[in-house]
């Protein structure tokens, strides 16, 4: 069986996968990561009237800090942004809403 070996200098890029349920509460949906190398978030949630909003930033989210995301909507930095620090997610209603995330390091 012939051996394959990656080139050098590749970096896996398999995401970590999770899903948070978000609502009127500010909560961590990630920790700091400094091998971080990319993000998406997707709102799974079936409220098309109550985005989820996150927040780059270890300070608490709130409607008015964060990125609107609605309802099957999918968010990711712009490519020359690497963000490494907490995530938090807040929803403006208080039912529970399913917030999908990707983590690349």
Excluded: C, D
Aim: overall charge neutral; glycine content about 4%.
């Amino acid at each position: 069986m012939p051996v394959t070996s990656e080139p050098q200098g590749y970096v896996s890029m398999i995401p970590g996968q999770t899903t948070v349920i978000v609502s009127n509460v500010s909560i961590s949906v990630l920790a700091a990561n400094p091998a971080r190398k990319r993000l998406l978030f997707r709102n799974y949630s079936n409220s098309t009237t109550a985005p989820i909003f996150i927040h780059m930033n270890a300070s608490a989210a709130t409607v008015l800090n964060g990125v609107p995301i609605t309802s099957g909507e999918t968010y990711s930095p712009p490519l020359e942004v690497t963000y490494t620090g907490e995530v938090r997610a807040i929803s403006s209603t208080a039912s529970n809403k399913e917030l999908y995330v990707e983590e690349w390091s």
